[in-house]
């Protein structure tokens, strides 16, 4: 997200944090701060726009694998992935304007509990409900 709009400790926070588990391998928790999915749509619309303005590219070679590689969230889903799981926690049962190109195929799972008291059993619940899912990837049953 927009890390200049967070107070300063919180940045230093997040720093610190990034760099104690840069070399860690497997499960990867992405949280999501000051982000706007449509608006981070919105700007690598505007950069393509702009190429095709300026001769750079032309309307008919704008793809989904374009768009996606100019969204701010390129960088951190080329290097661990599209979610495969969307925890959305405090009893809300939308989006809220959340990686909504990144979440085309996320299994989303849905819990009252709000996000400073999530614990290991609300997780344990989110995996149990993510293990039961058949992964479909936008195709329906039998397909």
Known sequence: GERSRLPESLRRAMQSAEALT???EGLVLCICLSYGGRQDIT?????????????KLKPEQV?????????????STAAVGEPDLLIRTSGEQRLSNFLLWEC?????????RCWPEFDRGDW???????????RRYGKRNGD
């Open 22 to 24: 840069a070399k860690n």
């Open 43 to 55: 700007r690598a619309a505007q950069e393509l726009c702009r190429l095709v303005q300026d001769g």
């Open 124 to 134: 344990d619940a989110a995996m149990l409900y993510y293990a039961s899912r058949q």
């Open 63 to 75: 793809t989904e694998k374009l768009l996606a590689e100019r969204l701010s969230t390129h960088v």
């Open 104 to 112: 085309a195929y996320a299994e989303l799972y849905f819990t009252e």
